[in-house]
């Protein structure tokens, strides 16, 4: 996501009643390892990496860069979300130019279930909001992912689609921060 114009990187921490959302640190690299080599967060996206082949691949500051925040709570990283742009390869679009920006997000497993994936992706989607006002954000997960479909209703995705990927069923919803309503399929 680098053809934002003029919104400015990175941003000043955005902070919620519980988290804070700040750029990528040295201290946080330990967490980032957890994270990609954990069995339960590789659950829908493909498996857990290696922890041998993550502690000679990430960088010192790993994920430093545009749309990349880390979720801090009580001062250390417990999971990180991105707004990239959508591959246009890729299925699932609201927009013929395939343009839109798309929500990711992570969290290590001590983190589940306690309300901080939607807590910190709503501070993310308003933080968009007011740097892109108007522009849509897409989002996909497996359907069997019922803790990430529950996060997409809880945030106000709207599904525009369904379709194969991966080798399971996928969910594409859309967000707005002018109308909830009204998109279709591109």
């Not at 749309?67 to 246009?88: K, P, Q, W, Y």
Request: charged share 25%; proline share 8%; glycine share 10%.
């Amino acid at each position: 996501m680098t053809d934002l114009g003029p919104v400015a990187w990175p941003p000043a921490p955005i902070r919620t009643g519980r988290l804070v959302l700040r750029e990528s640190e040295g201290r946080d690299r330990e967490a980032f390892i957890e994270l990609f080599a954990s069995p339960e967060v590789g659950t829908y996206i493909g498996g857990p990496r290696p922890r041998d082949e993550l502690e000679r691949t990430v960088p010192e500051v790993p994920g430093r860069r545009f749309g990349f925040f880390v979720i801090e709570l009580g001062g250390a990283m417990i999971g990180m979300i991105t707004l990239d742009r959508r591959d246009a390869e890729r299925p699932g679009h609201v927009r013929p130019d395939s343009g839109e920006t798309e929500l990711g997000y992570l969290f290590l497993p001590e983190a589940w279930g306690c309300g901080y994936a939607a807590e910190a992706c709503a501070a993310a989607l308003d933080w968009f909001a007011d740097a892109l006002p108007g522009e849509p954000v897409v989002l996909c997960t497996q359907t069997a992912n019922d803790r990430s479909m529950r996060v997409a209703a809880k945030l106000g995705f709207v599904e525009v689609e369904k379709f194969e990927e991966y080798d399971a069923e996928q969910w594409f919803g859309v967000w707005s921060s002018v109308t909830p309503s009204g998109w279709a399929r591109a």
